[in-house]
Structures are given as structure tokens and as C-alpha cells.
């Protein structure tokens, strides 16, 4: 199992398993579903990018509702074991397609096995800049899924995971390995302002898969909150009264724009948003997020 896979693998597996606790958040996402997807014309082909466990939506109800589901992850193990435990009937199993799929190119291109190696080496920040531009200009022409496209795309909650969280966790084992610090802290802020630009290439992949006349829904984690604490009462009470949007902006004044939020944010200015929800997703047993799930019409 190579870093990145090992690393989503580790995520999926760090889900709660708590159905009861799940069914909620699950029932509000496939409502959200079966909204977008009812004024299709056409329900041949599917997909869901960052399938995971498959514990927030029905596939049961995808594979009745379309010809072709093709399921991804980089985490295909996962994905497997999941789809194993679901109990559906053989004829609608034949309805789908597990595949491994590496959505921003990093695996790709190579990108944590020869930092590391190149770590290893005395360093410039010259070299850390040569090394990231490098390896960004092969991203910027990164396609995934050539050649396919679908009547709708639903992507599970997935900016914030998109590499950084990787790269954090691989300069912490460049700080274990005694690497110069004022480098990796220079690593850290310039592939953080890198994101954007993953994110955007991550987004135009996304378009370019969508047929016409058809739909893409997003979940996207904006906040993480501690359940039971006060932040999470406030979120709850703007949930009830309708208020979100407020709290939101209030939230991004003090802290600004995460990942999730620019994800959407960027493809807010590729497609035209029918709609959008705020809802909770218990992520386990003491942590939950506020997600946002948009759902855009090509």
C-alpha cells in the first residue's frame, strides 16, 4: 500500500461506525439526491468520487435509479470491504464498477517518494522552489477518468483531504529525520498557497466528466466542531433557525477561507448552483463537521 492510499485507508477507517448515530446525516444526503437527480432526462451512468465506506448515501438506491455506477477511491480496499457488506441483489451489483483513482496526480507524478529523497540532499529554498513548481506544472495537466462522462457526479467530503493533510504528515517525519526546520516550515506555507491551484485543476476535472443537462452534488466539510461543546450548540441553533449563512460569514471574518470552503467556492465560478444545505456529519463518536453540500446543474 503506497503513502497516499495508506493515508486515505487510515482516514476512511477512522469513520465512525455508529449506524444509528449515521442514519440521520445519511437520509438528509440521499433526500438530496433523489431531489437533484429527478428532473434527469437521462439516468445511464453515475459516479461517486471518494466513495470511502459508502456510509452517508443509499447505493442500494443509486443502482436502481441508474444503468451504470462506477465507484472511486484511492482507497480501493476499503471501498471493496464496504461494497461487500451492502446487501444488494446480484443483478443490481452487476450495475457497478470499483475503481482506484488518484484524483489530484500526486501519486501520479511521484510527488511524497521524491520529496523525501530530495530532502535528503542539502537544501536551498531555491531547491524546495524549483522542486514544487516542477512537480505543480505536471499537476496543472493532470486529467483523471479520460474519456468518460457522466449524468451526475456526487463527491464526498473531500477538499480538505485533497494533499495537504498528507504534507503535513510527511514533514512530520521530516522533523523526526532531524531535517532543518526553517525548510520545512518554508514547505508547509508554500504548498498551502499551492492548494488553489490543486483545488482548481481538481474542480476543471470535475466539470470536463459532467454531460449535458446533467448534475454534480458536493459535500464539503467547512467546520470541524466538538460534540457537545458550545461552538456545537451554536452551530445546531443556526441550523434550527435557518441562519447558517450568517454564522458562516461571521466564522470566515474571524478565521478566513479553508480548503472546503474554497473548493466551492471555485466551482461557483465553473457552474450555475441550483441549491445548497448545511448539515452536520458525525466524522465519530467525539468530533462531528458542518458540511455544506452544493448541487450545480451543467
Known sequence: MNTLQKFNHNINNSLITNHKLMAPFKRQIDALIRQSIEPLDSKNDFCIIGAGKMQEFSLSFLLSSFQHVLITDIDVETVQNAFNAININQSLKERTHIQRLDVTGFEHINFFNDLATTFQRNMTY????????????????????????FDCIYVSPIYTQLVYQQLLLTCSQLRQQNQPEHFIKYLEQLMLDKMQEVIDQFNHNLVSHLKKASVLIVVSDIFEIETGSQFDKEVREALNDDHMDQRYQRYVSEYGMGLGDYGLYSLDQLLNKAFDKWLIWPFSENKQYVVKVNIYNN
Open 126 to 149: 531555491q531547491q524546495i522552489d524549483q522542486f514544487v513548481e516542477t512537480k505543480m506544472a505536471k499537476i496543472k495537466t493532470y486529467q483523471f477518468l479520460k474519456n468518460q462522462t
